[in-house]
């Protein structure tokens, strides 16, 4: 199960639903792909095939460390604006180097910066751009 919290702003009707984590359909990587652009799904799935690597989640198999993929809150550079998006990192198991990790980019070419769910009410809202965020509430996903 995901964990997140609501975020309003006090200044402002902003609101952003803010979670992380995986749900019920993030047994497989393949099951949660649909999400990333195209040119991502392409890669990763190059990758797999190329290393030879599970796709099932290793959150459930303590032993592996090959595969991380969760949503995970990321702030556009300019506007501020928070977003959940997919998460995903590859490793070679037999070298346990790096061969993937999601790097979401503006059409500009800045990187979207990844924050965790705790930082996410302690950012500057991104509707009138005061320091006014609060957390309103929980929220459990699956």
Not at 59 to 82: C, Q, W, Y
Not at 84 to 104: G, M, R, S, W
């Amino acid at each position: 199960m995901g964990q997140g919290i609501i975020i309003k702003c006090k200044k402002c009707n902003y609101e952003f639903e803010a979670i992380e984590g995986i749900g019920m359909m993030f047994d497989d990587l393949m099951n949660v792909m649909d999400g990333l652009p195209e040119y991502m799904q392409k890669e990763i799935k190059q990758l797999v095939e190329q290393n030879n690597l599970l796709t099932y989640n290793s959150f459930f198999d303590s032993d592996r460390k090959d595969l991380l993929f969760e949503n995970r809150i990321f702030v556009h550079p300019a506007t501020g604006r928070m977003t959940v998006k997919l998460y995903v990192e590859l490793y070679n198991p037999e070298a346990k180097e790096l061969l993937y990790k999601t790097i979401y980019k503006t059409k500009g070419g800045k990187e979207y910066k990844m924050i965790r769910i705790s930082d996410a009410k302690n950012m500057m809202c991104p509707k009138c751009k005061k320091q006014t965020l609060y957390e309103s509430g929980p929220i459990l996903w699956d």
